[in-house]
C-alpha cells in the first residue's frame, strides 16, 4: 500500500520504518520537498504536503497539534481518503504538558471537521514513537493500540495497517470514542515523564481464559 505521512518528525519517521518492513511504500509530505529529513529512513522520498497527500492510498496526520490546521490547509482537498490522526491536542500549561480539549470533543473530532469528506481515524497515538517503530518486539504481551473511527468499510484497513507495525489492533468504535483515546495518551505521557516508567513501555490488553 502507498501511504503518505503527514510530517517527517518523530513520529513519521517510526510509522515509515514500520511499514516499510511490512512491505509498504511511504512517501513524507513536508513543507520543503529539497529539505532532506536529517531521520528519513532510508527509500522515503519526500513531496508536498498536498503531492504526498494525492499520491497516498492512505494518508497519516502526524504533525505536531499546533501545525495541524495549517498542514490540512495545505493539503486541500481530502475528500474520499482515509485518514489516519495520530497527533494528540496537547499544550503546555501550569504543570507541564496537558491536554487542549477533552471530553465533550476530541483532537480527531476537529480535524475530521478540518479535513471534511475524509473518513478519519483515531489511532497511533497511545504510546512514544520509538514504540511505533518496534512493537513487534513486545513478544510476552503485545502491544495494544486502539483505532476510532465511523466509516465501517475502510476501518478494516486501518486495522491492518496497525497490526502490520506489531501491534494488538483494536477496534475501539466510533470517532468520538477519540475522547477517551486521547487522555489514554496524556496518561502514557505522564507515566514516561513524571512517574519514571521507561520510553519502551506500552500499554496492553489481556483477557481472562
Same mark, same amino acid.
Given at each position: 500500500?502507498?501511504?503518505?505521512?503527514?510530517?517527517?518528525?518523530? !513520529?513519521?519517521?517510526?510509522?515509515?520504518?514500520?511499514?516499510?518492513?511490512?512491505?509498504?511504500? !511511504?512517501?513524507?509530505? &513536508?513543507?520543503?520537498?529539497?529539505?532532506? %529529513?536529517?531521520?528519513? =529512513?532510508?527509500? &522515503?522520498?519526500?513531496?508536498?504536503?498536498?503531492?504526498?497527500?494525492?499520491?497516498?492510498? !492512505?494518508?497519516? #496526520?502526524?504533525? @505536531?497539534?499546533?501545525?495541524?490546521?495549517?498542514? #490540512?490547509?495545505?493539503?486541500?482537498?481530502?475528500?474520499?481518503?482515509?485518514?489516519?490522526?495520530?497527533?494528540? @491536542?496537547?499544550?503546555?500549561? %501550569? *504543570?507541564?504538558?496537558?491536554?487542549?480539549?477533552?471530553?465533550?470533543?476530541?483532537?480527531?473530532?476537529?480535524?475530521?471537521?478540518?479535513?471534511?469528506?475524509?473518513?478519519?481515524?483515531?489511532?497511533?497515538?497511545?504510546?512514544?514513537?520509538?514504540?511505533?517503530?518496534?512493537?513487534?518486539?513486545?513478544?510476552?504481551? @503485545?502491544?495494544?493500540?486502539? !483505532?476510532?473511527g465511523d466509516d465501517v468499510e475502510r476501518k478494516p484497513v486501518v486495522l491492518r #495497517?496497525?497490526?502490520?507495525?506489531?501491534?494488538?489492533?483494536?477496534?475501539?468504535?466510533?470517532? *468520538?470514542?477519540?475522547?477517551?483515546?486521547? =487522555?489514554?495518551?496524556?496518561?502514557?505521557?505522564?507515566?514516561?515523564?513524571?512517574?519514571?516508567?521507561?520510553?519502551?513501555?506500552?500499554?496492553?490488553?489481556?483477557?481472562?481464559?
Open positions: 500500500m502507498h501511504i503518505a505521512i503527514l510530517g517527517a518528525g518523530n !513520529v513519521g519517521t517510526a510509522l515509515a520504518i514500520g511499514w516499510q518492513r511490512a512491505g509498504h511504500t !511511504v512517501v513524507f509530505g &513536508v513543507r520543503d520537498p529539497q529539505q532532506r %529529513p536529517a531521520t528519513r =529512513p532510508a527509500g &522515503v522520498t519526500s513531496a508536498t504536503l498536498a503531492q504526498a497527500a494525492r499520491a497516498g492510498e !492512505v494518508v497519516v #496526520l502526524a504533525t @505536531p497539534w499546533p501545525a495541524v490546521p495549517d498542514a #490540512l490547509a495545505a493539503v486541500g482537498d481530502l475528500t474520499g481518503k482515509t485518514l489516519i490522526d495520530c497527533t494528540n @491536542p496537547l499544550r503546555f500549561g %501550569p *504543570a507541564g504538558l496537558e491536554l487542549e480539549i477533552g471530553h465533550d470533543t476530541s483532537g480527531a473530532e476537529r480535524v475530521a471537521v478540518l479535513a471534511r469528506g475524509a473518513a478519519v481515524f483515531k489511532t497511533l497515538n497511545q504510546t512514544g514513537f520509538d514504540n511505533m517503530a518496534h512493537a513487534a518486539e513486545f513478544t510476552v504481551l @503485545p502491544a495494544a493500540m486502539y !483505532v476510532a #495497517l496497525v497490526a502490520d507495525l506489531g501491534f494488538q489492533a483494536i477496534d475501539a468504535g466510533g470517532l *468520538a470514542i477519540s475522547r477517551l483515546l486521547e =487522555p489514554m495518551a496524556m496518561l502514557w505521557i505522564h507515566l514516561a515523564l513524571n512517574r519514571g516508567e521507561p520510553m519502551t513501555t506500552a500499554f496492553a490488553m489481556s483477557r481472562r481464559s
